[in-house]
């Protein structure tokens, strides 16, 4: 009976070694699609930029290896600079300013309104929109010297002015539509908010503290972790924001080089002048800048995200 047991302990044993194998295919089978594009979309193109990052390319003729050539252009590019003081400029303005409205828009749809699937889709609405050619064409209008925000300073005797057109408000137009989709991270805080349990509020309620105590004592820790991910998220949105500078501007980044966004001048250079080693570069040194303020976030996040443990 022992020898006929084992054998049917080895024969159940290779019927589950051959399911296993049969369900690992199948796994293999589902992730070959995202396997083939996560390598022909997104790193062997990666790692060609590293390689054109050092070279001279124009598309049209084969590239030539021209060393720290574009490197030393960078430094001595000021357009380059005017670009990233730009770019710098809107996401340390246009992030903390979307967060925060982003984080009101929240606590209001938090106290529990009906309707509520209706409003959260309302103000969702913007970030599924912003990011659009037809939203930054309105926005270009609406800014325009006969736009509505124009229209409207008339009515109260207040002369408009070109927004878009003048190199003081230009990228505060932008500035603004970036606030304006504020959509996504409402949503996560809006999740966030509904993971806090009442007890603690109801415990604070009873021991006197004001609602506006509640929130810097209670919600705002307890927010923490879903801040820093919306914080990090939110900057590696704003420093690739590409689109709506294009269109706002005519794709030139004027007037005066004021809303000349990093990725613009790097499209700028790579598929108007067909410098596309210089473009190479560039989009590497993004990609140093995106890295390292990330890795400056999750460094700094051990002194101010509580989590739950």
Do not use: C
């Not at 303005?93 to 828009?105: E, I, K, N």
């Not at 124009?150 to 002369?159: K, S």
């Amino acid at each position: 009976m022992s020898v006929v047991a084992e054998l049917s302990q080895l024969k159940k044993q290779k019927g589950q070694g051959k399911r296993r194998h049969k369900d690992n295919l199948a796994g293999h089978l589902f992730l070959a699609p995202w396997t083939l594009g996560l390598f022909a979309i997104t790193l062997i193109p990666m790692l060609a930029t590293l390689y054109l990052a050092f070279t001279d390319y124009n598309l049209l003729q084969a590239p030539v290896f021209s060393g720290m050539e574009n490197i030393e252009r960078m430094i001595d590019d000021q357009r380059l600079h005017q670009s990233l003081k730009v770019t710098f400029t809107y996401v340390f303005t246009g992030v903390p300013l979307q967060l925060a409205v982003s984080l009101a828009v929240a606590l209001f749809l938090d106290r529990g309104m009906r309707g509520l699937s209706f409003y959260r889709s309302v103000f969702y609405l913007p970030s599924m929109l912003g990011s659009s050619v037809a939203i930054a064409v309105l926005w270009r209008q609406i800014f325009g010297y006969e736009g509505l925000i124009n229209q409207v300073l008339a009515m109260v005797g207040i002369e408009g002015r070109g927004w878009v057109s003048s190199p003081d408000t230009a990228l505060s137009t932008l500035v603004i539509l970036h606030v304006w989709t504020f959509g996504a991270p409402m949503v996560i805080f809006l999740a966030g908010l509904r993971q806090i349990p009442d007890m603690y509020y109801e415990a604070a309620s009873i021991d006197g503290a004001s609602r506006l105590k509640q929130f810097f004592t209670i919600t705002i820790p307890l927010l923490t972790p879903i801040i820093f991910f919306n914080l990090v998220m939110q900057i590696i949105n704003a420093f690739q924001n590409f689109t709506q500078a294009f269109i706002v501007s005519g794709g030139q980044g004027g007037p005066a080089d004021s809303t000349l966004f990093y990725t613009l001048y790097l499209y700028q250079q790579g598929f108007g002048n067909f410098n596309m080693g210089y473009a190479a570069a560039m989009a590497w040194l993004l990609v140093i800048i995106i890295a390292a303020f990330t890795a400056i976030n999750f460094y700094a996040a051990k002194y101010w995200v509580h989590y739950d443990d």
